[in-house]
């Protein structure tokens, strides 16, 4: 359910979710309390809403199905809100074994409906589609790919078909100009791909210096200077994009590489 822009998926703490939903209500609403609230849930005691929210204890097993209906939580969003409140209670108050627990289950509920286009190998496969000598699904043998797909990238290539992402005449397979993104951006869809982009970079270590950079730095950025900095950031990414990634060519004389940006806070 996204309420005025709030994604579920991108908490990993249920209570931070209910009060920012609390809050856009609120901006709805200026008539709204949380007495109304808990009104709606059939709870007796605006106490019993506060507390969950305070932290004083965790909604059971009635009170998550009303929460559920009340929110108009589909399917998919129901499943992991209801993760997210086992996991706190799980916890037991430690919050390192929260993050762990909440994390995890944010990448199993997440990798149930991965979509396509949030699979590295799409990435991939699409890039390739630049070269000459890719044509066919039989081409794949020939390339020289270095990372293994668990799905296998017959199967990403099938994906990619189904979403109109590539089109597929008389057994050449290319790029489909008409092909119109149908996906949410969602955080359960980020969560996995960021993951396992980070677990391939651990490769990156063995691989020639020369063809790879593994550099990293703290900064000390004024708080106020923080959006310029990720503009510069964004600008730097485009341009050098815009120099370096080429439409044309073949494996022979071309390399497919990742470029990623790390840029996250280490102090409050």
């Known amino acids: 359910m996204d309420i005025r ?26 008539k709204y309390t949380f007495g109304k609230w808990a009104k709606e849930l059939g709870i007796s005691s605006v106490s019993g809403l506060t507390m969950i929210l305070k932290g004083q204890r965790h909604p059971g097993p009635k009170l998550i199905k009303k929460l559920i209906e009340n929110l108009k939580l589909n399917e998919k969003e129901a499943d992991f809100f209801t993760s997210l409140v086992q996991a706190k209670k799980n916890a037991k108050g430690d919050e ?4 762990v627990i909440a994390q995890k289950r944010v990448t199993d509920i997440s990798k149930k409906e991965r979509q396509v286009e949030f699979k590295w190998e799409m990435a991939l496969i699409r890039e390739m589609l630049k070269w000459k000598n890719f044509n066919t699904t039989k081409d794949l043998s020939s390339l020289p790919i270095i990372f293994q797909s668990n799905e296998g990238y ?9 979403s109109t992402i590539i089109k597929e005449e008389k057994k050449i397979i290319s790029l489909n100009p008409d ?8 955080m359960s869809q980020f969560v996995p791909l960021h993951q396992e982009i980070c677990d391939l970079s651990d490769d990156s270590y063995y691989m020639p210096k020369e063809q790879r950079i593994l550099e990293h730095v703290l900064i000390n950025v004024k708080k106020e200077d923080l959006t310029k900095a990720r503009k510069k950031l964004y600008e ?12 044309d060519g073949s494996s022979d004389d071309h390399q497919i590489f990742n470029l990623t940006t790390l840029f996250f806070p280490f102090t409050k």
């Open 5 to 30: 822009g709030i994604d579920l998926f991108s908490y990993i703490d249920y209570r931070l979710y209910l009060e920012d939903v609390f809050s856009e209500r609120k901006k709805l609403d200026r």
């Open 179 to 186: 092909y119109e993104p149908q996906y949410k951006l969602e």
């Open 236 to 247: 730097f990414i485009q341009e050098f994009t815009d120099e370096f990634d080429r439409e």
């Open 154 to 162: 017959q199967e990403i290539i099938e994906q990619m078909k189904s």
């Open 96 to 99: 390192e074994v929260f993050q």
